[in-house]
């Protein structure tokens, strides 16, 4: 069982930057795959970023390439995402996620996590 807890979400102002915080309890964190996804009002959630067990491994979707880096302390149990460059079509309700599958295919899709955490509200103003 592993519990995620989001923070850093907030209002900012387009071209501005902010960093995401996941907290997990548990003591098996190093052995999952993390992912961010988000989904705005009306649409459907979609895949941000994830960083592999080991932290060796990173995908982003293309939307945030350049502007967004996933990273994680397992030292700390923690997951972060630095948002810079934001841009107004990147508000969203921003969720971090465990995956336990080994396999890199599996990543990508919601469907394929196994725990979330509660969301933080991103909001950037044009």
């Known amino acids: 069982q592993v519990q995620l807890v989001e923070s850093g979400g907030g209002l900012v102002q387009a071209g501005g930057s902010l960093r995401l915080s996941c907290a997990a309890s548990g003591r098996t964190f190093s052995s999952y795959t993390m992912g961010w996804f988000r989904q705005a009002p009306g649409k459907e959630r979609e895949f941000v970023a994830v960083i592999s067990w080991s932290g060796d491994n990173t995908y982003y979707a293309d939307s945030v390439k350049g502007r967004f880096t996933i990273s994680r302390d397992n030292t700390k149990n923690t997951v972060y995402l630095q948002m810079n460059s934001l841009k107004p079509e990147d508000t969203a309700e921003y969720y971090c996620?465990?995956?336990?599958?080994?396999?890199?295919?599996?990543?990508?899709?919601?469907?394929?996590?196994?725990?979330w955490g509660q969301g933080t509200q991103v909001t950037v103003s044009s």
């Open positions: 996620a465990a995956n336990s599958s080994p396999f890199a295919g599996y990543w990508f899709s919601s469907a394929k996590y196994d725990y």
